[in-house]
DNA sequence: GTGATGACGGAAA
DNA sequence: CTTTCCGCCATCA
């Protein structure tokens, strides 16, 4: 969002085929491992490529809690849908951002 | 092969 | 507090 200047279209999956040795499915591993009720950010899932994380939600047809991931200062990329989901489950969310300090899972 | 993007992170101003 | 810039990986034109 940052850098968003001119967009061209495209964006598929990474390699959400499992099988294929590649961070997306271990990023896919992780994800599905948050248990309901706390969240990772996008740093936590995978440190390297905290991009690549948004990349593998957004373009795989795979089942997961794509919700119980947030951004490091606890905001949500889907916004207000992300947040209902969170807050469903007994997510702690202020102003918009989810109460890190205590549904953060570690690393 | 190069260059640019993105459900981001962190440091700098 | 906000805005700007750079870097990370994989993919697309």
């Given at each position: 969002?940052?850098?968003?200047?001119?967009?061209?279209?495209?964006?598929?999956?990474?390699?959400?085929?499992?099988?294929?040795?590649?961070?997306a499915s271990g990023i896919l591993?992780?994800?599905?491992?948050?248990?309901?009720?706390?969240?990772?950010?996008?740093?936590?899932?995978?440190?390297?490529?905290?991009?690549?994380?948004?990349?593998?939600?957004?373009?795989?047809?795979?089942?997961?809690?794509?919700?119980?991931?947030?951004?490091?200062?606890?905001?949500?990329?889907?916004?207000?849908?992300?947040?209902?989901?969170?807050?469903?489950?007994?997510?702690?969310?202020?102003?918009?951002?989810?109460?890190?300090?205590?549904?953060?899972?570690?690393?």
């Amino acid at each position: 969002m940052r850098a968003g200047k001119l967009r061209r279209a495209g964006v598929r999956a990474p390699c959400d085929a499992p099988g294929r040795g590649t961070r997306a499915s271990g990023i896919l591993a992780r994800v599905r491992a948050i248990p309901p009720g706390f969240v990772r950010t996008y740093g936590d899932v995978d440190q390297k490529a905290p991009r690549l994380v948004g990349r593998v939600l957004a373009t795989t047809t795979e089942r997961v809690p794509w919700h119980r991931v947030v951004r490091a200062d606890g905001s949500a990329p889907m916004g207000d849908e992300q947040l209902a989901r969170l807050r469903r489950e007994g997510v702690p969310v202020r102003g918009g951002r989810v109460d890190l300090a205590r549904t953060r899972l570690p690393t």
